[in-house]
């Protein structure tokens, strides 16, 4: 099975500007749930989707949204981007059935 | 929620000793503790994870224990080998069990 994917790897923004990211699980996976990763903080959960609802949510600001589709793919978008904002962002699928959780490569944003 | 302290932060062996991490849990009524090793550059991969009706699990050079009544649980990996240098996280998840609290993770540096 081919694993998780997220596209672009790597992303430049300006202050003010929004992003959206991508990740598509692996084959069957119902579940996606985004973190962020900085060296500051770690890993923090943002939300996580299944069958096209948010079924849990982190303790970020409404900046951050997400939606899942019918695929199970999903897309995580952040608005009015901040300097704060620059980090790994990673997606990781489950089954749904347990928390076995499978992570994407990330997406490296940067904030300038 | 799940508050999950990780031990040590940095962590330096010589090539073929032993090395040791340990995480500590607040929720109880966790079931579920997964242990990620996370390249530079790359996602986390999920290496070993362990459920709470079982003490130890072993899987080659890696074993995982759980203390319960204590609410800890270790990463012991024998033989070190330089391509096990890595940051290594411990997880949890919260009642919610579809997402997971990690630790802040060690950094494991194996010198030949």
């Known amino acids: 099975k081919a694993g998780v994917t997220q596209t672009p790897r790597y992303l430049i923004k300006t202050r003010g500007q929004q992003v959206t990211l991508s990740c598509s699980p692996i084959?069957?996976?119902?579940?996606v749930s985004w973190y962020q990763q900085t060296p500051g903080q770690g890993l923090q959960f943002l939300f996580e989707?299944?069958?096209?609802?948010?079924?849990n949510k982190g303790n970020f600001p409404g900046r951050f949204s997400g939606r899942q589709f019918s695929n199970s793919r999903s897309e995580m978008n952040v608005s009015t981007l901040e300097l704060g904002d620059s980090a790994l962002y990673l997606c990781a699928s489950s089954a749904g059935t347990g928390v076995e959780q499978f992570f994407g490569p990330g997406t490296r944003l940067t904030v300038l | 929620g799940e508050n999950v302290e990780q031990h040590p932060s940095t962590l330096s062996v010589q090539e073929g000793d032993s090395a040791v991490i340990k995480c500590t849990y607040s929720?109880?009524?966790?079931?579920?503790f997964p242990w990620y090793k996370q390249e530079l550059g790359k996602g986390p991969q999920l290496i070993i994870d362990?459920?709470?009706?079982?003490g130890e699990k072993k899987d080659q050079r890696i074993a995982v224990t759980l203390n319960k009544t204590a609410k800890h649980f270790s990463l012991h990996i024998t033989e070190t080998q330089p391509e096990d240098s890595a940051v290594y996280f411990c997880?949890?998840?919260?009642?919610?069990?579809?997402?997971?609290?990690f630790g802040k993770g060690t950094m494991l540096l194996v010198s030949p």
């Open positions: 989707y299944f069958s096209e609802t948010q079924r």
């Open positions: 997880a949890a998840p919260p009642r919610e069990y579809s997402t997971l609290t």
């Open positions: 929720d109880s009524a966790s079931n579920y």
């Open positions: 084959s069957g996976h119902r579940s």
């Open positions: 362990i459920r709470s009706n079982v």
